[in-house]
Each structure stands twice: as structure tokens, then as C-alpha cells.
């Protein structure tokens, strides 16, 4: 009943006898709890998110529902593990471009382990994490064009430098992704752009960040996600979640400040591009 | 005609045959251009700074004006130096409460030297940079009740942890600040709220951050002053200014999330003293 997820960009995957995350057909994906302290705090942190009431109902939109904790047959045939059971977020696209961006100028945190800082302060620096306060951490683009994915090796997206960063924006909202001409941005009004695209939300999450101290939010992704099947309302469904929660803290009444900033600082990419592009919607489909 | 700042409380201090920032008794700040990169980055910040078109003006309120190179007896008695001449921040306040603080939540940023990271993110993480996104660097607060300077240790200063900082942010705002009862926050409404409070100020200034991809500025700071002389008007004349430019750099398109960030984290600290005080003016003067 449960199959690898078709549409995952980015952390572990559950192919080749790998533990990973699971799918059922009801829309729901299933995190295995790893034996170590990351996945415990993870399930802490959702069992805490879900019923603090401090969280407006606004910005709950922005995380995937959470549905406990079970038992379910591993990805790697050990058998029985506990399993986060969480909203599938890309449940009932048909043909969805999706992208995974960390955000935060550090992915380390006050208190970590030295091996582990070692660890994230040289990816934090190899990848663009500490000069864009993010970095593209896994995407998958339909073509509309070559009618067909294009989802680059994870060793180039994480070599992207500013330039690369700013191109992947693009690509994702372009319908020529894979070809080595200019990115079109032919969707870029519809997805980046409106009432109900990336912006718009990303600009709601800022406003709460500005403030909260609830939480902060290290190596935390927001996902972005889009429609490319032409239905009849030719709705993008834009939709942007925050997902891995692995290494959240408590906020103790402080903003979290490297959350915060990357954030704005991709705002800032995502304004750029809608600025820069004409928005002539030549949609490829 | 050059004398040692009396009201300096951070950075290297000229006395006792040191070398450091001298002021005349017309309002100008004298700091010399050290043999190193910094002076020179420094200067050239000024240079570029002053002539950039695209600073908005009400910006330009919040950085010291800046007169030049000149040459200047050396405090150390070393002879003629090239000093930066620039505003002298507290000339004509009679009594200044001053503090000085460090904005960001790192000081080091991309290619410098690993002999510099080092020192950098061992003192970040000593302080409150990593974890505040700011940390207070130098005080001295006018005790109202006592009549005369209050002004920390450097060291203890450099140890504050968080309820530390928060601690300095309330006495700065109190009439007691050097008792060890509780801070009063006496002019909290006067010196940080108010139409012509700090608060107001930093906000101005987080807005241009919001979106200015002008300069980055690593490793800066925030000096904060009032005055506590009693003059016909009563007026505070609280200032903000941002100091301290041996490390800026050219933002190339990118918003300055670190400075960014930590800004708006002190704010939060700022508006939670706002909000948590009576704010009685019971000045004691």
C-alpha cells in the first residue's frame, strides 16, 4: 500500500533498500523516526505545533497536517518502524515542478556538537547558504516544451553559486527548464506572481517571522509547489510549506533572526525576477 | 586642539600613548587610517558611500558625515597620520548615555582568511551574536539618581548572555542604572518611543535593509545616544547612527540578510521593553 514518493527532491530517499519517507493513495507521506535524536525532535516538534495556540490559523496553511506518529513497514525492509504520518504535500498534482530551498545563513545552531558544525559551516560555505541566507537544496521542473521532467544531479544544484541560484529560480518558472537557452519566466506572473502565488505567501510567512518567538527554525525548507497539467480552471495551485523540522528550537522569546533574514533575502530573488521578466503569458501547454 | 573622546565605549581608545580616534572641540571625530586593509576599507566606504546617489537621504541621516582624509598629530605621538575626519556623534550633548551595538549574527562573511573566521566565531559565539543576532559592545548610561556615570567593564560587557543584554537594553532607559534593584525604564517612552524615539529610527532604517542590496555591512554597529541634561525643552535628542565600516562590502544585488536579521531582533528587544514598562515619566532629574 505504501510506495516511494514519485515527486521528493531532496533528503533521504526510500529506493535501492534505503530507509526513506512513504506514500499512501489517501495523501499522506510517511517520515520514518530514525533511531537518533532528529527524528524524536521532529515529532516533538509536531506534536507542539499542532495544538500551540499561538500559531494563527493563517500560518498553520504553511505546514503539512500532522497525523501522529505509527507503526509502518519500513522502506528498507526492517520491518516495522515508527513513521511520522504527515500531509503529502504534492498529493493530487498531476504534473507538479517542485523545488526544496533551506533557508537561514547557517544551518548550525548555538550548543551543536563540534563534528557537527564542522560539518554544516563546510556545506553552509561550499553552497550559498552563507551569502544568500539559502540555498537550493533540490528541484524537479516539468518541461513543458520536451514534455517530459527535468530534475538536475543533486552534486550541480548543490554547487550552485549566486548566479546558479538565481537561474533555478527562473527555470522553475520557465517553460524551456532544460534547455541551455534564456529560462523563458512564461509562468512567472502566474506562479511567482497574483493573489494566490509564491510571493504573496512568502509575504505572509515574513510578516509572522518578523515577530514570533515561538520557534526557530533551523534548516528548515520551505518547499515551493506548482501545477503543470492544463485543467479546466487553469489553476497553478501555487503553494509554498515549510518541511524538516529536525533541528527546531524553542524560540524563548527571541525572533528567529537567520530564518528571518534568508527569507527576505529570497524574497528579494523571487521581486527580482518578477520584475525582470515581462510576464507575457506564453504558457507551453 | 585634538582630545581624547570623553564619551567613546567601544574600539580602540587613545589614551595612555595608544593609538586611536581624537575630537576637536568643533564637532568632528578624528579616526586614523591604521596601516592595515581596515582604514583603508573604511575610508573607502565614505568615499563611495557619500557619493552614492542611491542612498535615500533620510538614510544618510543615520550615518556620521564624512569630511575627508586628513592628516593629524597621531594620539600615540607617532607624528603626522591620514585620520578619517568625521561627525563627532555626541558633540554638544552635554550628559550622553551611549551604547554601542554590534549588529549581526556573524562578524566574519565569505573569503576571509581562516585566521579571522576563527576569531570571529569563537567571539560570536561567546557573546550573544550567534544566538541574538546582536550584541551590546560598549556602554555608559548617565545615572540620574546617583549623578554621574555609570559604565560597565569591557569584559563584563563582552559576557552579557541574553537576559544580560536585555538587562543593559532596560538600564540604558532607567534612571538607576547602576543600582542593582530593578531598572526603572524611567525614559523608556521618551528615549525609545515616541515620534522621535530610537524604535522609530530603527524601523526607518530596517526598511531601507529590507530591500537595499547596496552594501553589506559586516561587522558594524549601532551607536545609540541621548541626553540627560534637563534643557528648557526637555527634548532627548536620541540619535541612532550606524558606525564602524572596516568591514563593508559591496552587496552586489543581494540584500544584507545578517545585518538585516539582527536588526530586527534587536528591535524586538526594543519593543518588548516598550511594551512591558508603565512607562511613568518619572525622570529623576
Redesign the interface.
Known sequence: MLKVPEHQVAGHIAKDGKLGPLVDDRGRFYKPLQGDARGENEAKFYESFSSNKNVPDHIRGYFPVYHGVQLAEASDGSGKLPHMVLEDVVSGYVKPSVMDVKIG??TW??DVSEEYFNKC?KKD?ATTT????FRVSGLKIFDCQESRFWRPDKRVVLAYK?DGARMALRKFVSSNPSADSVPDCAYASEVYGGSNGILEKLLELKAWF??Q?LYHFNSCSILMVYENESGGDDERRAQVKLVDFAHVLDG????D??F???L??FI?FIQ?ILESSDNRCENGH
Open positions: 545563513s547557517r545552531y548555538p559551516i560555505s552563507v551569502y544568500l541566507g549566486v518578523e515577530t518567538t524563548n522569546g527571541v525572533i533572526h537567520n528571518f533574514g534568508g527576505c533575502s528579494k527580482d
